[in-house]
C-alpha cells in the first residue's frame, strides 16, 4: 500500500463507454489523466456478449472486445489506467482530494466521474448462471436478437412497461410478470401495455427461476418457473429471453452531500453539458443518464466531459 499524494489535471473515476471515451480526448489535450477503472473495468458491456448497435462495427462485436479497443486507444493517448476504485472524494475545494483503495490519494484539478450503473436483479443464481445467455437487463440494447421470438419482462413500473412496449414490437409475444396485482407506471404507460395484444400480464408471479441449456461455453435460456403469490401455484412459460426491469441504482454513494443528485442517486449535470453543481466536477455516462443507458450517448457525454475539463483548466490558467 502506498501513502503518496500525487497531483494531476484530470482524474477520471470509472471506466467503460464514458470513462474511455474522456480518456480518449483528455489525453489529445495533453492533460495526462490518471483513470481508476472501479470493480468492473469496462463497466456493464463487459457482460454483454453481441453488440450491433455502435458505430464502426458493421458486423457487431462483442462488449469485452469494444471495451478493450476503447483502453487501448485511452491508453495510446496517454491515459494512465489503474486497477482499483476510488474510494473516497472531497470536493469541497480545490484541488480536489480522492482516495483509491491502492493507498494512493490523488489531487485532482479537475475530475470526471464515469462510474455508471449497476442493473437491479431478483438475485437468482439461475439469472446469473444466463446473463449474457438470454437474460438482459436492457431491451434496447439486447432486443433485436429475440425478433418474432417469446420473451419475458420482469417488473411494473414505467421502466418495465416501457421494455414490454418496445420488445412488442420486435418479438412475437411479451410476458409481463407483475408481483402486484397492480402496475406502479404511468396512466398512459399502463393503458399502452394493457392494450397491446402482444403482451400478456401475469399478475401476482415471483420468478423462481429460469431454465436453459448449456453447451460448452454456450447457454441459452427456454424458459421461466413462476409461482403465483396468491395460490402457490407453479407455472412454466416457453421463452427465450428474459429481461430484468426493476430498476437501476447508479453508482454514485461516495458524492452523496457533495454533488446535487435526484431522489434515486442519478447525478444532476447542467442541462446541454457534463457540468456538475461543483465547477470543475464532471459526470458522463450512466451515473447522470437514467434515460438513454447506451454505450454511444455514454461516449458522447464522455466526450463532453473531457472537453469541458479542458476548458476549465484553461480557463484557470
Not at 482530494?97 to 479537475?110: H, L, S, V
Not at 420482469?154 to 397492480?182: F, H, M, P, Q
Not at 441504482?249 to 442541462?271: A, C, R, V
Not at 458522447?300 to 476549465?312: D, V
Amino acid at each position: 500500500m502506498s501513502d503518496s499524494i500525487e497531483k494531476v489535471k484530470t482524474l477520471i473515476i470509472g471506466s467503460g463507454p464514458a470513462g474511455y471515451t474522456a480518456g480518449i480526448y483528455a489525453g489529445r489535450a495533453e492533460l495526462k489523466p490518471v483513470m481508476y477503472q472501479g470493480m468492473q473495468p469496462g463497466g456493464q458491456l463487459t457482460i454483454t456478449t453481441e453488440v450491433e448497435n455502435f458505430p464502426g462495427y458493421p458486423e457487431g462485436t462483442n462488449g469485452p472486445e469494444m471495451m478493450e479497443d476503447l483502453k487501448k486507444q485511452a491508453e495510446k493517448y496517454g491515459t494512465d489506467i489503474r486497477w482499483g476504485e476510488i474510494v473516497e472524494a472531497d470536493f469541497s475545494k480545490r484541488p480536489f482530494i480522492c482516495k483509491a483503495d491502492d493507498g494512493n490519494t490523488i489531487e485532482a484539478e479537475t475530475v470526471i466521474i464515469a462510474t455508471g450503473a449497476s442493473a437491479q436483479w431478483l438475485g437468482l443464481p439461475s439469472e446469473k448462471e444466463f446473463n449474457g445467455g438470454g437474460v438482459s437487463a436492457c431491451a434496447t440494447c439486447d432486443g433485436f436478437f429475440y425478433k418474432g421470438k417469446d420473451v419475458a419482462v420482469v417488473g411494473g413500473g414505467d421502466t418495465a412497461c416501457e421494455e414490454a412496449s418496445y420488445l412488442a414490437n420486435i418479438t412475437n409475444k411479451v410476458y409481463l410478470i407483475v408481483r402486484r396485482d397492480v402496475l406502479r407506471a404511468s396512466k398512459a404507460m399502463q393503458e399502452r401495455v394493457k392494450n397491446n395484444p402482444k403482451i400478456e400480464i401475469l399478475w401476482n408471479h415471483n420468478t423462481k427461476e429460469i431454465v436453459g441449456t448449456t453447451q460448452g461455453f454456450t447457454k441459452a435460456v427456454n424458459g421461466a418457473i413462476l409461482i403465483n403469490n396468491k395460490t402457490n401455484e407453479e407455472k412454466k412459460i416457453d421463452i427465450d429471453g428474459f429481461f430484468v426491469a426493476i430498476g437501476h441504482k447508479p453508482n454514485s454513494d461516495i458524492f452523496k452531500g457533495q454533488l446535487d443528485m435526484d431522489e434515486t442517486g442519478y447525478i444532476n449535470t447542467i442541462p446541454g453539458s457534463a457540468s456538475t453543481n461543483v465547477a470543475g466536477v464532471f459526470a458522463a455516462g450512466d451515473v447522470q443518464d437514467h434515460t438513454y443507458r447506451q454505450a454511444i450517448t455514454a461516449a458522447g457525454s464522455g466526450c463532453m466531459a473531457a472537453i469541458e475539463a479542458e476548458r476549465f483548466i484553461s480557463e484557470q490558467a
